[in-house]
Structure formats: C-alpha cells, structure tokens
C-alpha cells in the first residue's frame, strides 16, 4: 500500500501523475528558462496538477528558486544576500507560491548548500524550508524531495508530517535507494528513470523488474517517482506501476501521455 499523508490521503492523490521539471522542462520549454517564474506557472496552466521545482537559501536565510548553487553562472547564492540574488534575477519562493494556482501540488526540490554544515539544523536550508511547507499545505498538497537525507530528517523535526521524498542519483541502485527511503520513514522513493533497469553505471549482472521495484517499494509504504523519462521510457514505468513522472517537456509529455497520467 502506498504511503499516505496523514491528512490528505496518498501523497499524489492515487492516481498516475505528471510533474514538470523545473517548470515546464529542463533547460528551456517554449521559450521559457527553466525554474523562473513564468515557466513554473504555466506548467501549471497546461493542466497538471503538479509542478516541481528548486529551493535553494541565500546568505541572509531567504529562499530562492534555482537549479545551481550559482546564479548567473558566477556567483553562489550561499554566498549573497536576497537583495543581491535579486540583483542577478533570483525569484523568491514565496513569489512563485503566490503566483502558482491554488490547488496545484508542489514537490520542492530542496538543495543543501555546502556551507549548511557549519550551521544550526534550523537555519540549514531544510530548517528553514520546512516551516514554508508546512504552512503552504493549507493551500495545495506538497512534497519536499532532497539528495540529502539529512534534511529530510530536519524537515521532519521542524515541521513533522509533510511529505518527503528520498531522491537518488544517476542510476543509483533501487536495491539501496528502497530500502533506504522505507527505513529514513519518508513517503516516497524517487529515482532517475535510468535506476529502473540495465545501465551502464549500475554492473550488476541480473536486475530485478521495474514492476517487482515498485511492488516491493509499495509493500513497503512508498510512492514510487521516476525522473526524466523520455515519453516512451514513461509509458513504460507508468505502466509498470510508478506512481508519477517527472517530465523534461511538459508540453510533448502531456500530448505523448495523457491518456495514461495528469
């Protein structure tokens, strides 16, 4: 059985979804850069009904959306106040949260900053993500993911309940990334497509089924996403019982998929 939200049941509703990455795409979808503010919003103007997204915190504790530890190729945010991440273009979380429709989920995408080793728990970037999450709950569903299974443990102790997802790397073994993601007690498991089978990375010499992976993944009380399927490789995934999809083009996976997810 799939994990549940305590208070709003499964955490994507039990039924198959699509999350577009970063916005509309990666990179750049239609024109619009990956991350800003009009790329996440009019991910969720296509129709989805979630967006996914990257939170990472400046010097003076602010929470800004961005991929990289850098903005504008130079400078790292870590390092600069809001007023100077503004400056070269940062949007703030809270801009986007208003922006965004009420009612469509978030998944968070939260990035540690080196230097949040040298701080308190609470003011690393997941101490302070976590009371934001918590509070926006009221409004749509979230879910906040991480690399970092350490902030997943903050966010649980500074804002207990909200759904958190253990992200795994380039074809990280699902055979850890399972067990581990049950055992850290988050709601789900979220692995790149390449993790779901044979890869060049992974030289185990036999592979487990993606369908047995999210059986046992669901036995276990996960919900199971997979990252940056191109369409035909999500097709298959959903099908084989992968719970959403995060998609690089949200306008080519939606027309590719729609039939199967939303």
């Not at 955490?11 to 198959?16: S, T």
Request: aromatic share 4%.
């Amino acid at each position: 059985m799939p994990a549940r939200d305590a208070d709003h049941g499964p955490v994507f509703g039990g039924r198959p979804t699509l999350l577009g990455h970063r916005g509309m795409g990666r990179e750049d979808v239609d024109g619009l850069a990956e991350n800003s503010l009009e790329s996440i919003v009019a991910a969720a103007h296509t129709g989805l009904r979630w967006v996914e997204f990257d939170v990472r915190r400046t010097a003076d504790d602010a929470l800004v959306v961005g991929h990289y530890p850098t903005i504008a190729d130079r400078d790292f945010l870590a390092d600069l106040t809001l007023e100077q991440a503004r400056e070269l273009g940062a949007v703030t979380l809270a801009e986007v949260l208003t922006a965004l429709p009420e009612g469509v989920g978030v998944n968070l995408d939260l990035k540690t900053a080196m230097e949040d080793a040298l701080r308190p728990r609470e003011t690393t970037t997941a101490g302070l993500v976590a009371p934001v999450a918590a509070a926006e709950r009221g409004r749509r569903s979230v879910l906040v993911s991480s690399f970092d299974p350490s902030a997943l443990v903050v966010l649980e102790e500074v804002a207990p309940g909200t759904p958190r997802a253990l992200l795994t790397w380039v074809a990280f073994p699902l055979r850890k990334a399972i067990p581990a993601a049950a055992h850290l007690g988050v709601e789900v498991v979220a692995a790149h497509s390449s993790s779901f089978g044979a890869n060049p990375v992974d030289r185990a010499p036999t592979f487990r089924s993606a369908a047995y992976a999210v059986e046992v993944a669901h036995r276990a009380g996960l919900e199971v996403v997979a990252w940056c399927p191109p369409a035909p490789e999500a097709r298959e995934l959903l099908a084989a019982g992968v719970d959403a999809v995060v998609v690089d083009d949200v306008p080519h996976s939606l027309a590719a998929l729609r039939d199967v997810a939303d």
